[in-house]
Nanobody, 124 residues
Framework: QVQLVESGGGLVQVGGSLRLSCAAS????????MGWYRQTPGNQRELVAT?????????NYADSVKGRFTISRDNAKNTVYLQMNSLKPEDTAVYYC????????????????WGQGTQVTVSS
């Protein structure tokens, strides 16, 4: 019943910027962790960045994107963003939005949901 809708992917030149958005909708009690992963053909899906909201907000980034990407979220809109600056050809991948969601109650189970993916292509 939960859906994640992504937007913002596209083609950009080296050194350019893109901003990805992902909005969660459906039966949602709370969202704790949201994040972005990416995948290229023949490779495992890898973590790009995550953000956790609880008593304290925490972010985590892959070493390859530190200093260039920024993850943020708007809890009122159940939306996570990924601002990507100084893009490199190696950033080219399908980017997937992720959210860990409790659909029932505060002490209920957490389910991991994924978006459909959005293509980011960085050309040189």
């Amino acid at each position: 019943q939960v859906q994640l809708v992504e937007s913002g992917g596209g083609l950009v030149q080296v050194g350019g910027s893109l901003r990805l958005s992902c909005a969660a909708s459906g039966t949602i009690f709370s969202i704790r962790t949201m994040g972005w992963y990416r995948q290229t053909p023949g490779n495992q899906r890898e973590l790009v960045a995550t953000i956790i909201s609880g008593g304290e907000t925490n972010t985590n980034y892959a070493d390859s994107v530190k200093g260039r990407f920024t993850i943020s979220r708007d809890n009122a809109k159940n939306t996570v963003y990924l601002q990507m600056n100084s893009l490199k050809p190696e950033d080219t991948a399908v980017y997937y939005c992720n959210a860990d969601i409790k659909t029932l109650r505060s002490d209920g189970p957490v389910f991991r949901y994924w978006g459909q993916g959005t293509q980011v292509t960085v050309s040189s």
